[in-house]
């Protein structure tokens, strides 16, 4: 499996984060407390996927981030 943490920058010190996937092919997951993302490459296809990720701080504030995932295999 393949995992990437998404990070977030808040002028706010101390202020807690949750993360969601707004867009994600399949098999793809997030964790809503740590911005951890992960795959099992066995459930994507070879291609190129986009993946749209939010942040919000606990003020209601949201940040969003469209990411790139390339699958490939050997």
Known sequence: PY??????????????????????????????????IGYALAQLQRGTYTI???ATDLRGAVARKTLSLRAVRD
């Open 3 to 36: 995992t990437a943490a998404i990070t977030v920058s808040d002028p706010d010190f101390g202020d807690g984060h949750r993360y969601a996937l707004l867009q994600a092919p399949a098999g793809v997951f997030i964790n809503a407390r740590t911005g951890l």
């Open 52 to 54: 749209e990720v939010s």
